[in-house]
């Protein structure tokens, strides 16, 4: 079975350009979350979605953040306008009801 | 409100060393509780899981017991191998009724093991 997709795996942009991040989670996955990693912040939860509506926005930063989902089959992270704080890791995971989250490989950015 | 708190790393052991990582919380419910594993270049991966006190998870040889007493959830290995060299995430969830809680990750430690 395929895992969660992400694209792109390696992002390079320059300050002020808009970021598109996506992902396809697991068939028949009803949760889907973003998250950011960073070597000062860990781990963040930036957004989750239950049935492709969100949930939980708390975590999206700023106005410059933007998530959807469609359908149930593909969700982006939009970033605009980028800016070089937002150089992360950026993982999907999607999940069926309670159990155990499934991470994508992540999406590198690097904004200069 | 709901948090992890893990030993700080990096942690640099030889193989076959006995490995333990630290993992405390705090969580306004009941708890399940979770490590993570993250290999170079990859997502994160389940590694092994608790969902109620005194439940022990395991897997690959990695052992967690679920200590309410202490809020803790150490990890655990008896003899370490150059392939567990990765980043560590302990990690828990409370649920709400029917609905999914956040997951809250642990800042990560690294470990890396010596031939």
């Known amino acids: 079975d395929a895992g969660v997709i992400q694209s792109p795996r390696h992002e390079v942009t320059e300050m002020g350009q808009e970021v598109t991040l996506r992902c396809k989670p697991i068939?028949?996955?009803?949760?889907l979350f973003w998250y950011r990693q960073t070597m000062m912040r860990g781990l963040e939860l930036l957004i989750y979605?239950?049935?492709?509506?969100?949930?939980?926005d708390s975590g999206m930063p700023e106005d410059r953040f933007s998530a959807k989902m469609p359908n149930a089959s593909f969700s982006t992270l939009k970033i605009q306008p980028s800016e070089p704080r937002d150089s992360a890791v950026y993982f999907c995971?999607?999940?069926?009801?309670?159990?155990?989250?499934?991470f994508g490989e992540g999406s590198r950015l690097t904004v200069l | 409100g709901d948090s992890v708190t893990q030993m700080e790393g990096p942690v640099t052991l030889s193989e076959e060393a006995f490995l333990t990582i630290n993992c405390t919380y705090t969580?306004?419910?009941?708890?399940?509780l979770f490590w993570y594993v993250q290999y170079p270049g990859e997502g994160l991966q389940l590694l092994l899981k608790a969902t109620k006190a005194d439940d022990k998870g395991s897997n690959k040889g990695f052992e967690a017991t679920y200590r309410k007493e202490t809020t803790s959830f150490h990890l655990e290995k008896g003899s370490v191998q150059v392939s567990d060299s990765a980043v560590y995430f302990c990690?828990?969830?409370?649920?709400?009724?029917?609905?999914?809680?956040?997951?809250?990750f642990g800042r990560g430690t690294q470990l890396t093991v010596w031939p």
């Open positions: 068939s028949g996955h009803d949760y």
């Open positions: 995971a999607s999940s069926f009801s309670r159990r155990e989250l499934f």
């Open positions: 979605f239950n049935n492709n509506v969100p949930i939980d």
């Open positions: 990690a828990l969830s409370v649920y709400r009724g029917s609905t999914l809680g956040r997951l809250y």
């Open positions: 969580a306004t419910g009941y708890p399940s």
